[in-house]
């Protein structure tokens, strides 16, 4: 799919935003009783073992982290600064993190370690960005907590600010009601024109990935794929005034 939708892009010049994510303990979770630098390098060559050889570096970002340790932010930070580099040197459009719904705290984003990493990714917009998990956790209301948990995006914005740090790229990789739920069609779509509404007034969000057309999460993927059709129409006919 992630190929498909490479070369319509390479046709049509749409800038649709396309990201690869490898699962797999070791794939998706760093081994944090290493030192961070050699964690990433360890890290890195595992991910990247798995990237298809006929995805475009330039056009499909590589996801490496999915839903870690909020507790180890400032070795998260080393060891994001060091796949950086890595991404920088193999030629790779890179997203870090990869946090699970409602995280991380605020100050987790705020240790001098972990700012020192945002001004690298919010200085380099097109080929680094921090990837974010966006969940209600009710499967009748995308609004329920939000901005706490819908929205949260807007306190890493809020402390890059703060610190003359550029808003880096976002990408909600993740994003939706619950991992296993979703509302009645009709009622989902209301919803997410809201969320939509929400993070269309910041263009350094570049999408939100609705959860999950995959196999399990009590047939989930049923009520996904019924979005699909509607989601088309929506994205095709909606346009939002920037601030």
Known sequence: VLFEAQELMRVS??????????????????NYDLPPEEAARL?????????????????VWLE????????????????????ARLAERDGFKWAAFGW???????FDWSTPEMLAFLRVVGNNPHRLAIALHEYSFDTN????GSPYLIGRFTQLY???????????TVMITEFGWSYDNMP??????KQIAWAAELYGRYPTVKGAA??????????????????????KDFSLSTRYQLP
């Open 13 to 30: 010049g749409v800038p649709h935003t396309l990201v690869f994510r490898a699962t797999g303990n070791e794939i998706e979770v760093p």
């Open 43 to 59: 890290h890195w060559a595992a991910n990247v073992a798995k990237w298809p050889p006929e995805l475009d570096k330039n056009m």
């Open 64 to 83: 490496t982290m999915n839903e870690l340790d909020k507790n180890r932010s400032v070795w998260l930070a080393q060891f994001a600064m060091e796949e």
């Open 141 to 144: 209301a995308l609004q329920t």
């Open 158 to 168: 809020d402390i890059c600010s703060a610190n003359n740090i550029p808003w880096p």
């Open 210 to 231: 609705v959860w999950y057309l995959g196999s399990g999460y009590a047939e989930l993927h049923d009520k996904t794929q019924r979005l699909i059709a509607p989601m």
């Open 184 to 189: 009645s069609t009709d009622e989902a779509m």
């Open 100 to 106: 699970s719904g409602g995280e991380p705290e605020p």
